[in-house]
C-alpha cells in the first residue's frame, strides 16, 4: 500500500513522526513541506489530492497547524474524499461510512495517537450497505455534474 503525506509548517513534525512509523510497513511517498520554514498549506494539500485523484497513492495524510485548512484545499480535487478527524472513532467511520481516501489531522496532535488513527483507518473497510453506498453516489453524481 502507498501512503501520500503531505504538511504545511505547522504539521512538519508529525508528519516526520507518521513517515518514520509507516515507512517499515508501508510505501511512503513524502510531498513536504520538508522544514518548519512557514510555507502554504493548500499548495501541499492540492498536491496530496492530485496524488489520490491520480491513484499514484492509495491513501493520504494532510497535516497543517489545525488540520482545517489542507483538507479544505485537498476536498478541491475531484475523486479526493478528505476527512478533518480528531478521534479513533472518526478514523473508523471515515472510512466506514464516508470512503475517505485522506484524512487529515492538526499538527498539535499527540503522535502516539495520531498513529493510532492512522492504523484504524488503515485497518477499516468501507460498509457497503445500500445507504452508504446510496450517500456516496449522491456526492459523486454532484461532483461529476459540475
Known amino acids: 500500500m502507498k501512503i501520500a503525506l503531505a ?3 505547522g504539521g512538519y513534525n ?3 513522526y ?11 511517498i ?3 513541506t520538508h522544514s518548519e520554514e512557514f510555507v502554504d498549506f493548500p499548495k501541499y494539500g ?4 492530485e496524488k489520490i485523484a491520480k491513484k499514484e497513492a492509495d491513501i493520504g495524510i494532510a497535516i497543517c497547524k489545525s488540520g482545517i485548512g489542507i483538507s479544505i484545499a485537498v476536498n478541491k480535487v475531484k475523486g479526493a474524499y478528505c476527512a478533518k478527524i480528531n478521534t479513533i472513532e472518526e478514523a473508523s467511520l471515515a472510512k ?3 470512503r475517505a481516501n485522506v484524512i487529515a489531522f492538526s499538527g498539535k496532535t499527540d ?7 492512522v492504523h484504524t483507518f488503515l485497518n477499516e473497510k ?11 453516489n449522491q456526492i459523486k453524481e454532484y461532483e461529476n455534474a459540475n
Open 126 to 136: 468501507p460498509l457497503e450497505e445500500e445507504r452508504y453506498l446510496r450517500r456516496i
Open 14 to 16: 508529525l508528519k516526520q
Open 111 to 117: 503522535k502516539e495517537y495520531a498513529l493510532e488513527m
Open 96 to 98: 466506514k461510512h464516508n
Open 7 to 9: 504538511a504545511d509548517h
Open 46 to 49: 492540492i498536491l496530496l489530492g
Open 18 to 28: 507518521l513517515i518514520e512509523s509507516l515507512q517499515k510497513d508501508y510505501q511512503i
Open 30 to 32: 513524502d510531498l513536504g
